[in-house]
C-alpha cells in the first residue's frame, strides 16, 4: 500500500462509497445489490478478542471489534481471498472519528480499485461488513452503517459521600437498586466537605474539590468502592456542583475559591480530570446539577451575593451554554439528580430558610415551576439517581442540625415522604450513581 492518498468516505445505508483518488478526483463505486447477492454466500463469522493494537492482519471468516481509544489501526487484508469471504471490523469504544481505522488491501483490489487507494473509515459507532467479490472488483463492503443511539446510561445504585458532622468527614453510604440506603462506610481519602460528584465511564462515578480549597479526586467503582486521593486538576475550590453528560463522561462546574467563580473541568469516560476550562455564565456558589436528555447536563441556582435561579445548559459534547432565566424559587444549597431515563429535579435548599420544594427538568431542558414540598424541610443535601429511572435525595441540614433522612423519587418525578435516616448524619456532602 503507498500511503493514504485520500479518504474513503461512506453514505451511510446507501451501499454507496465515495473515495479520493490519485488525481484528486472523486470515483464512486455504486454497491446497490451487492448485499442480496453476496449475503447468502458470506454466511456466518467468527467474533474475535478486542483489538487495540495500531496494526493488525485481518483473516476471512473473522470479526474484529477495533478499540481506537489510544491510537488509530492499520488492518492489513489477507494476501489472497476467495469468493464469498467476509470480514466484519466494528467500532468498539466508538472512538473511530478520533482515531479511525485503515484497511490495506494487501494488493487486491477494494471496490474494484487498487490498493494505491487508501482505505479509511472515521465514523464513531460505524461497522463495516466486507465481502470479496472476485478480482473484478475485489472486497466490497456490503454494509457500513453507524450506531449513532448510544444506550441511554442507567446506573442501578448510587453512593453518598463525604460531608461535615461539624467536622469533615469521609464515610460513605452505599444507595441498592431498590433505594434503600446502606451503613456507613469507612472513610477513604481525604475528610472533606462542599465537594461535588458525577458519574463517568458508563457505570463508575468520581468524587472531587471540596474544602478548604482542594481539587484532589477520587474514583468510585462499578461496585462502589471508593479509590485514594488522586492528585488534583485544576482550581482548587469548594460549594460546586457536578453532573455527567455525552453518556460516560462529567463536568465539574463553578465553585468557591475565596470569591465566586465560573470555570469547569471536564472528566474523560476514563475518569480523568482535564485542566480549567474558561467559565460561561453567572460565577456562583453553593448550586448544583443533574443530567437531562440522556447525553446532557444543566447547572442550577445557587449564590451571587445573593440567592438565584438561573441555569446553565451543558451540551452532549461538555459545553456550557449561557444564563438562563431561571425559574422557580431562588434557593442555594440543593441538590440535583436524573429520573425517568431522561429528566431531571431540583430539589429542597435555602431560600432563606430550610425549604422542601423541588422543580422537574424536562428532557429537553426546560425548568418547570414550584412543586408542594415533601418531606422535611432542608439544605446542603444531595442526590443522586438510582435503580435505572429513579431518584434519593438524602442528608442535609434542617436548619439546627444534621440529619440522615432520605425520599425517593419515582419515575414519574414524584417525591416521596420521609424514610427514617441510616448512616452519619451530616452536610454539605455530595452524591453519584454507579453501576
Do not use: H
Not at 473473522?62 to 464469498?84: Q, R
Not at 435555602?350 to 425549604?355: I, N
Request: charged content about 15%.
Amino acid at each position: 500500500m503507498s500511503g493514504i492518498i485520500g479518504s474513503r468516505l461512506n453514505v451511510r445505508g446507501s451501499g454507496l462509497v465515495s473515495k479520493l483518488g490519485t488525481d484528486g478526483q472523486v470515483l464512486t463505486s455504486a454497491g446497490a445489490g451487492i448485499q442480496s447477492a453476496f449475503e447468502d454466500v458470506a454466511g456466518g463469522v467468527s467474533w474475535q478478542a478486542v483489538e487495540t493494537g495500531s496494526t493488525m492482519t485481518a483473516v476471512a471468516g473473522k470479526g474484529y471489534p477495533i478499540d481506537t481509544t489510544s491510537n488509530a489501526c492499520t488492518i492489513t487484508l489477507p494476501a489472497s481471498a476467495s469468493n464469498g469471504d467476509q470480514i466484519v471490523f466494528t467500532d468498539y469504544a466508538r472512538n473511530w472519528g478520533t482515531n479511525g481505522i485503515v484497511i490495506d488491501s494487501n494488493g487486491l483490489k477494494y471496490q474494484g480499485d487498487d490498493d494505491t487507494y487508501t482505505v479509511q473509515y472515521t465514523t464513531d459507532g460505524q461497522s463495516v461488513n466486507i465481502v470479496y467479490s472476485g478480482s473484478t472488483n475485489g472486497w466490497i463492503p456490503i454494509e457500513d452503517d453507524t450506531v449513532t443511539d448510544v444506550p441511554t446510561k442507567l446506573n442501578t445504585e448510587g453512593i453518598f459521600g463525604f460531608g461535615t458532622t461539624g467536622s469533615a468527614t469521609g464515610v460513605t453510604n452505599l444507595v441498592s437498586n431498590a433505594g434503600v440506603v446502606a451503613t456507613d462506610v469507612t472513610e477513604v481519602g481525604t475528610a472533606r466537605y462542599a465537594l461535588a460528584a458525577c458519574e463517568y465511564g458508563n457505570d463508575k462515578g468520581i468524587f472531587g474539590y471540596g474544602a478548604d480549597t482542594l481539587s484532589m479526586t477520587n474514583l468510585v467503582s462499578n461496585a462502589g468502592v471508593v479509590a485514594t486521593d488522586v492528585t488534583g486538576v485544576g482550581t482548587g475550590r469548594r460549594y460546586l456542583a457536578a453532573c455527567g453528560y455525552g453518556y460516560d463522561k462529567g463536568i465539574f462546574g463553578y465553585g468557591y475559591d475565596g470569591s465566586s467563580l465560573s470555570m469547569t473541568n471536564l472528566v474523560s469516560s476514563s475518569g480523568v480530570v482535564a485542566t480549567d476550562t474558561t467559565g460561561v455564565g453567572t460565577a456562583r456558589r453553593d448550586f448544583t446539577a443533574c443530567e437531562y436528555g440522556k447525553d446532557k447536563g444543566i447547572f442550577g441556582y445557587g449564590y451571587t451575593g445573593s440567592k438565584v435561579s438561573m441555569t446553565n445548559l451543558v451540551s452532549n459534547v461538555g459545553v456550557v451554554g449561557t444564563d438562563v432565566t431561571g425559574v422557580g424559587t431562588v434557593r442555594y444549597a440543593l441538590a440535583a439528580c436524573g429520573y425517568g431515563g431522561d429528566k431531571g429535579i431540583f430539589g429542597f435548599g435555602d431560600d432563606g430558610s430550610a425549604c422542601d420544594i423541588t422543580n422537574l427538568v424536562s428532557n429537553t431542558g426546560v425548568v418547570a415551576t414550584d412543586i408542594t414540598g415533601v418531606g422535611t424541610a432542608r439544605y446542603a443535601l444531595a442526590a443522586t439517581q438510582y435503580g435505572e429511572d429513579k431518584g434519593i435525595f438524602g442528608f442535609g441540614n434542617e436548619g439546627s442540625s444534621a440529619t440522615a433522612v432520605t425520599n425517593l423519587v419515582s419515575n414519574a418525578g414524584v417525591v416521596a415522604s420521609d424514610v427514617t435516616g441510616v448512616g452519619t448524619a451530616r452536610w454539605y456532602l455530595a452524591a453519584c450513581s454507579f453501576n
